[in-house]
């Protein structure tokens, strides 16, 4: 894993954090391995409401004006709302190869429990909307990060393979401030 970000010290205390990535990039399970080592309450972007709509904006204004969390997705059509009150963007830029692979994975286990594996293989978790959306989210994180309001806030995370599998969270963990909780 690299660094989360040059500019980050560990002497910043991060209590709002958001994690950003491609569908099917690890963003939950990092979002509760950290939120469990940080004791932060993890909030579940889909758990929000329909983006776009009215009650979601509602429901992320609420959240960002809370003293800590960590929000478990992109915060699309409330980016400024969150990126602005967030302490810590992580960017979990996970290669293409694993995001298909764990939206296949996604995807047999949603059929084995009794979803259609041809929606399972389509909807925004799977590896077909993955493959698609892959190059867009990475060109559009890209942008948004190279955004000046956004520096010393920008934490970018390239896993080799899977999430679940990183060895560093100790160390993220202790550059997110863990024993200035």
Same mark, same amino acid.
């Given at each position: 894993?690299?660094?989360?970000?040059?500019?980050?010290?560990?002497?910043?205390? &991060?209590?709002?954090?958001?994690?950003?990535?491609?569908?099917?990039?690890?963003?939950?399970?990092?979002?509760?391995?950290?939120?469990?080592?940080?004791?932060?309450?993890?909030?579940?972007?889909?758990?929000?409401?329909?983006? @776009?709509?009215?009650?979601?904006?509602?429901?992320?204004?609420? *959240?960002?004006?809370?003293?800590?969390?960590?929000?478990?997705?992109?915060?699309?059509?409330?980016?400024?709302?969150?990126?602005?009150? #967030?302490? *810590?963007?992580?960017?979990?830029?996970?290669?293409?190869?694993?995001?298909?692979?764990?939206?296949?994975?996604?995807?047999? #286990?949603?059929?084995?429990?009794?979803?259609?594996?041809?929606?399972?293989? &389509?909807?925004?978790?799977?590896?077909? =909307?993955? #493959?698609?959306?892959?190059?867009?989210?990475?060109? &559009?994180?890209?942008?948004?990060?190279?955004?000046?309001? =956004?520096?010393?806030?920008?934490?970018?995370?390239?896993?080799?393979?899977?999430?679940?599998?990183?060895?560093?969270?100790?160390?993220?963990? @202790?550059?997110?401030?863990?024993?200035? *909780?």
């Amino acid at each position: 894993m690299n660094e989360p970000s040059e500019h980050l010290t560990s002497s910043t205390r &991060h209590r709002r954090i958001v994690i950003v990535g491609c569908p099917a990039a690890g963003k939950s399970t990092l979002a509760t391995q950290l939120g469990a080592a940080l004791g932060l309450p993890v909030v579940r972007r889909d758990d929000l409401g329909e983006l @776009g709509s009215d009650s979601y904006r509602e429901a992320i204004i609420k *959240m960002a004006a809370t003293p800590a969390w960590i929000l478990d997705g992109p915060p699309f059509f409330e980016e400024d709302v969150v990126y602005a009150a #967030a302490d *810590m963007i992580l960017w979990l830029d996970t290669p293409k190869s694993s995001v298909i692979w764990w939206g296949i994975k996604r995807a047999f #286990a949603e059929a084995r429990g009794g979803d259609s594996l041809m929606h399972a293989l &389509h909807r925004t978790g799977g590896p077909v =909307y993955a #493959a698609y959306a892959f190059a867009l989210r990475r060109a &559009h994180f890209t942008d948004v990060f190279s955004n000046v309001a =956004y520096k010393g806030k920008v934490g970018h995370i390239k896993p080799n393979r899977f999430v679940y599998r990183l060895p560093d969270i100790d160390r993220l963990v @202790g550059v997110l401030g863990k024993t200035n *909780m």
